[in-house]
């Protein structure tokens, strides 16, 4: 699909940037000598960033995405660098040394380099997904390399000093890290039999610190600073306006797509939402049943990866059967650069993460989430219900509670196969369950992945009953 307005908008800025930025760029001074420098000259680009056929790509002021830098050996580029969809971006060309500031929705950022020997090489954002997603390009350079000599005479250049190489410095966890895991008991209310309803509906994205378990940090995204994002509720046939907001201080789009919606990719196709934007979409609940929802902005599993995802449970006419608790828990894989349990600011490995080599195992976004932070409890007696889902991206759930049994599985989440005493029930990435149990006996519960060694990686969660167990149902030896 083409998307004409992001493309409108980026010849728009090309256009405003030709008109009143390019011309203030002045040729710098030819250098006196060689009868080679007489060829050398200024070589201006430049090369706004923009979203385009659903990849991030840098635009020229000609329109052509990721266009080919042809210069010569010796010329000094200079290249003109602006976010034209607001999200945070560089340039790099690794072998010519070029290593851009940052930019974003706000200004300009030049780059001035020196071509110093030939060949093609790539240019590319480093920010981490965004080369993955298309945002890389050739720069060819003719002719000649220069001797290494003249190459480290042309580094004394008061321009070249931009590009130092650049270290990541190890650094502790952040003190001023949030709690971002949502509570499991915090969901709607179960909806009463109504006729079909308009409900509007605003979801905020947010990147923030949050904690990932006792003095490590992440920077999450998320959907109104919780993972998972909050639970939506609605009936079959109810219409649903949807606002997704993306906050003002985001570095990256953010966008919405809903497994309940059908048509513009479950919404992911009209939600891309630059920084301080927001896009509504309408859409009808057609199927009763419990979907998840996730970004779906490039590199999407690195958006999931980083706590964006959630459910919407579509109540059938009649509604569910009722029951005593309803518990609100999801699933997800991290992929982080330092091992588990290190007490430091954790950075996204995007390696790992295409490796499916998860670092954790979440339950609602942190690790103890359901086992410190939030509590689940219930009563002997209790008939309890879980909405259970796997946000992934990557890794399926074997959903397990030690010391219960099921009494009913909706598998896979629809609503008209009931499963009965099912140990341990396999949830897709992307896919979800509703499971049921009544509690015939006190105890500590876990829920857990049968998977069994991501308990050590952070996948367990307590259910806590309380009451007299039911006679005959477990008892231990006499102490
Ligand atoms: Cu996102």
Known sequence: MKQPTLRTLSLAICALTLSGIAPTLQAAPQ?????ASAQQSVKRFVLHTNVVDGKMVYVDDKGVANPTLTVAVGDTVEIELASGEGAEHDLRIDELGVASPKFSGKGTQRVRFTA??????????SIPGHRQVGMFGTIQVTGKSQPAKSASSTSSDAALALYTPITVPQKGADPTAVDISASPTQLPPPIAAHAPQVQKVRLETVELSGKLDDDTSFTYWTFNRQVPGPMLRARVGDTIELTLANAKDSKAIHSIDLHAVTGGHGGGEHTQVAPGQEK???FKAMHAGLFVYHCATPLVPQHIAAGMYGMIL?????GLPKVDREFYVMQGD????????????????LQRMSDELPTYYVFNGAVGALSKTHKMQAKVGETVRIYFGVGGPNKIASFHIIGEVFDKVYSEAALNTIKHSVQTTVVAPGGATIVELKMDYPGSYLLVD??????????????????????????????
Do not use: N, W
Request: glycine share 14%; with cysteine; net charge negative.
């Open 314 to 318: 579509v109540e059938p006419e009649q």
């Open 280 to 282: 509504t979409i309408t």
């Open 450 to 479: 049968h998977a069994l060694s991501r308990t050590g990686k952070g996948a367990v969660g307590v259910l806590e009953v309380t009451g007299e167990g039911i006679p005959g149902v477990y008892k231990p030896s006499a102490l």
């Open 116 to 125: 110093s020997q030939a060949g093609e090489f790539q240019y590319y954002c």
């Open 334 to 349: 991290m992929y982080t650069q330092r091992p588990i349990g290190a007490k430091v600011h954790q950075d996204v490995d």
């Open 31 to 35: 250098k006196a000598g060689t009868s």
